[in-house]
């Protein structure tokens, strides 16, 4: 775990190999408060599995009184849910540090938010008969990799209790209909308030565990970790962030902003998975005012702001900072770390005004 860049290299082959299959969500996008399918980010290490629904199960063991299988039909038929979730990948932000760690290439753009349809892990796992010794409940995806020379499924661990929590869901349908398979059709586990890595897709198997998970998405990747030999924190939850829509028009490829004198009415989405937002500040040229907050999107979901702004002509640089109801503030230099996690610096955008 853990290749960085040289010192002022540019993105490699690889980077942009990932970054193409990976996409993110295009920043005009944060017009919507419920994102377009084809516009949310997309994030699959391994290869998109295809997937015969007929064929399918999901088997739920492990340390349960009554291990199962259930088809796809059985999981519809449970009370269905639907809920609000901003997803956003942990290594969002990643090609901003300085070295640069070697993965998935981000800017600000691995982010979405749909509603999500889907029963209620804590049902399901009730109905199993979760063990008293069981401490840990395993997720598998139908997908295989390697990654670091460990060739694994992809799987990713909760602590029982968060399991159990009502917000977890088991989803077959995105803003209202089935799961694309780039997304996790016929099934995926939505963790909300937790960075993407944990809402795996492709669910084949639910295992409850008696022993913390050491797998590899869970023990090596996503941490925050200094170097190799640190074992590091554990990423968790979505750290607190806003994002603005760029104003104006682009310059097509260095995309920088341009546009007339006047009012401008900046506007954007801020969220956090932690605590709700707090309050979001525009920055204009180093000087920070406050931002109007809409109406909260529910506990899981990004919520709009807008600032008005008397744009002169010259050249600025605009920012957003969001700040959670703990107190927690986004930073304006980034503390690094090897895997590039949990980067949530302020969104600076440069505007010609004209
Ligand atoms: N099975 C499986 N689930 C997975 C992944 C994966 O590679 N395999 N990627 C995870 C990561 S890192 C993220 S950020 C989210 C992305 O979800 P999305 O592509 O629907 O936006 O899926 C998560 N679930
Ligand atoms: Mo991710």
Known sequence: MGAVAEPGQGITVEELALATRNRGMPLEGLHYEVTPVGMHYLLAHFDIPAIDPAAWRLRIDGDVARPSQLDLAAIRARPAHTLRVTLECAGN?????????????????????????????????????????????????????????????YQRSLPLADAMREEMLLAYEMNGRPLEPQHGFPLRLIVPGWYGMTSVKWLTRIEAVSQPFTGFQQAEAYRYQQAEDDAGEPVSRIRVRALMIPPGIPDFFTRR????AGRVVLTGRAWCGSAPVARVEVGVGGRWAEARLGEPGGSWAWRGWSFEWDARP?????ACRATDAAGNAQPTSQPWNLQGMGNN??????????
């Open 93 to 153: 932000g990643r090609a901003r540090l300085e070295p640069r760690p070697l993965s998935q290439p981000w800017l600000v753009e691995a982010i979405g938010t749909a509603d999500w349809t889907g029963a209620r892990l804590a049902d399901v796992l009730s109905e199993a008969g979760v063990k008293s010794r069981a401490v840990e409940v395993v997720f598998t995806g139908a997908d295989r990799g390697i990654q670091d020379d460990i060739e694994h499924d």
């Open 257 to 260: 902003r341009f546009l007339a």
């Open 314 to 318: 010259g050249e600025h640089t605009l």
């Open 345 to 354: 610096l302020v969104q600076e955008i440069a505007v010609t005004v004209r």
